[in-house]
């Protein structure tokens, strides 16, 4: 009797043990799916440049743009961040004005601003390298991109409620 509940025994701890490199295997391949899919595409330059069917030169001209944008742009999202830490700082001050406040954030509008600014004209400049229907197209893409990015900000700030 004890042979038998032994192999039984056995046997179960194998079919756990299978059973467990199975899950593990289909929680590992399970995972794949959604980081390819993050990866691949989500790359709005890429998208960009197969969508409009890019020419090398063109490609090569857009990126010359983007690393110029960013290299304009970045210290601009370090004064908004900058901007917005010293404004939420104020939390702990339980007599800050009203006027204090306003000063603070119209720092952050103003540099918010002068990114959005930036950032129209360096589309207003990837767009003149294109021929006409490829302008058409980008006009669409580039739409599409800032809904995407408005339905973002918009589930990142209800959240943060």
Not at 129 to 152: C, H, S, T, W
């Amino acid at each position: 009797m004890r042979n038998s509940t032994n192999k039984i025994l056995a046997i179960a701890v194998v079919l756990l043990l299978l059973v467990n490199i199975a899950m593990v295997l289909f929680i590992v391949k399970g995972k794949k799916p959604s980081d390819s899919r993050r990866g691949k595409g989500s790359n709005p330059v890429e998208m960009m440049e197969k969508e409009l069917n890019m020419t090398v030169q063109q490609k090569s001209e857009v990126k010359k743009l983007r690393d110029e944008h960013f290299a304009k742009i970045r210290p601009l999202f370090d004064s908004v961040r900058a901007a917005k830490s010293a404004f939420f700082s104020l939390i702990k001050d339980p007599h800050v004005s009203d006027s204090m406040l306003s000063v603070y954030d119209k720092r952050i509008t103003e540099t918010q601003t002068a990114v959005d600014k930036l950032t129209f004209a360096h589309f207003r400049n990837v767009r003149a390298l294109l021929n006409p229907d490829q302008q058409i197209k980008y006009d669409e893409f580039v739409q599409k991109m800032m809904q995407r990015a408005g339905g973002r900000r918009k589930d990142s700030t209800e959240n943060k409620k």
